[in-house]
T-cell receptor
Framework: SQQGEEDPQALSIQEGENATMNCSYK?????LQWYRQNSGRGLVHLIL?????REKHSGRLRVTLDTSKKSSSLLITASRAADTASYFC???????????FGAGTQVVVTP | NAGVTQTPKFQVLKTGQSMTLQCAQD?????MSWYRQDPGMGLRLIHY???????DQGEVPNGYNVSRSTTEDFPLRLLSAAPSQTSVYFC???????????????FGNGTRLTVT
């Protein structure tokens, strides 16, 4: 069963707008990670937030984590056409740090 | 720096055939894993390894075998292909195991497998 569930499943925005996607999970975690996948390619790591952290920034990315609600959000500010991709959250939930992925959010950014 | 290399990129099999998907990494990562990606399902863990000689099952291991004879290589074997194994397969590796799990996965570009 999927640990992480992303919402929305798809998002269409224009360049310059912000994109926000959410991830909910079911059990306690060690960390939560966000990945991007361009069409036909492997996943690329974007950002990792540990269970004792609440917010993290990396360039135009902002991630929040609320362990009491078992949820996380990824905000991409000032979107560009190159941000068009699928975005996945993944939770590390056991002592080996195995990752469980959600089904992803497809983001389309139009010029 | 090649990272994680998967071969082949595409493969078509007939039901009942066997094959091996290759995965190699040049980052000296201890942890390696195989995922399959199906539409609407995200990625599901098939098998993983925390070092040479050590492998374990993930979420969907049936129909697949793995071995880890070297740090660099982690092949995935399909024993008798079935149409349900039509999927995109990703190999991923990570530095460290156990308490060092706060490090990201590095993915290959995938193998697209079709079983007819």
């Amino acid at each position: 069963s999927q640990q992480g569930e992303e919402d929305p499943q798809a998002l269409s925005i224009q360049e310059g707008e912000n994109a926000t996607m959410n991830c909910s999970y079911k059990t306690s975690i060690n960390n939560l990670q966000w990945y991007r996948q361009n069409s036909g390619r492997g996943l690329v790591h974007l950002i990792l937030i540990r269970s004792n952290e609440r917010e993290k920034h990396s360039g135009r990315l902002r991630v929040t984590l609320d362990t009491s609600k078992k949820s996380s959000s990824l905000l991409i500010t000032a979107s560009r056409a190159a941000d068009t991709a699928s975005y996945f959250c993944a939770t590390a939930y056991d002592s080996w740090g195995k990752l469980q992925f959600g089904a992803g959010t497809q983001v389309v950014v139009t010029p | 720096n090649a990272g994680v290399t998967q071969t082949p990129k595409f493969q078509v099999l007939k039901t009942g055939q066997s094959m091996t998907l290759q995965c190699a990494q040049d980052m000296n990562h201890e942890y390696m894993s195989w995922y399959r990606q199906d539409p609407g399902m995200g990625l599901r863990l098939i098998h993983y390894s925390v070092g040479a000689g050590i492998t374990d099952q993930g979420e969907v291991p049936n129909g697949y075998n793995v071995s880890r004879s070297t740090t660099e290589d982690f092949p995935l074997r399909l024993l008798s292909a079935a149409p349900s194994q039509t999927s995109v397969y990703f190999c991923a590796s990570r530095a460290g195991t156990g308490g060092a799990y706060n490090s990201p996965l590095h993915f290959g570009n995938g193998t697209r497998l079709t079983v007819t």
